[in-house]
């Protein structure tokens, strides 16, 4: 409780100072048309960061990390727009690492989407691909409308993609499924 409430007053000084940095840098960061002044209302003042690490700690006790080469932080609606951006998401046995060219990420409320399209890696050796995705950290699953799942000899495409990746398990619509049987991994012998 104290290490969040920590943590809680670090982000809010942080983003106090960066606010104020963004008041002079507004009209530049704007990703607006130029004749389009109602758009750029909404939008509002925007921070900048450049090499960019954002960490989410939730109560929970989940660490939620995002590597990026370049941010927009929107300061009134609470959003991120992030370039080349590197996701990790903590699993029991191991971590899923989400790789896309763009995402947004809503931190009110714990959504974050990538709409040009992810890859996602877990420490099994499993990849979920998509043209776009998006992650529910409340819910801790990874969905996607459209999807191709590769595991060690086995390759399966579908719908509605959920990967809930604390649990371990993925599920997936209309699958469609292609085996090679000279790659599948033999079952672990336990006892």
Not at 12 to 28: I, P, T
Not at 120 to 138: C, E, F, H, I, Q
Request: glycine share 10%.
């Amino acid at each position: 409780m104290i290490a969040r409430l920590l943590s809680g007053v670090a982000v809010v000084l942080l983003f106090a100072g960066a606010y104020l940095v963004a008041l002079n840098v507004a009209r530049e960061a704007r990703r607006t048309a130029p004749g389009d002044s109602k758009a750029a209302d909404a939008v509002g003042p925007q921070i900048v960061l450049r090499g960019v690490e954002m960490v989410e700690m939730r109560r929970e006790g989940q660490v939620y990390r995002l590597v990026s080469d370049e941010a927009f932080y929107s300061v009134r609606s609470g959003y991120a727009h992030a370039s080349n951006v590197t996701l990790v998401l903590k699993e029991g046995k191991g971590d899923v690492v989400v790789t896309a060219p763009e995402a947004s990420w809503d931190m009110n409320e714990g959504w974050i989407e990538f709409a040009k399209g992810a890859s996602a890696k877990d420490g099994m050796g499993w990849t979920a691909v998509s043209p776009s995705a998006g992650v529910d950290l409340n819910a801790e699953v990874i969905t996607a409308e459209d999807a191709r799942f590769e595991g060690p000899g086995l390759t399966v495409t579908g719908t509605n993609l959920r990967w809930r990746w604390q649990d371990g398990t993925m599920a997936l619509d209309s699958p469609r499924s292609r085996i090679l049987p000279g790659r599948v991994r033999a079952p672990e012998r336990r006892g």
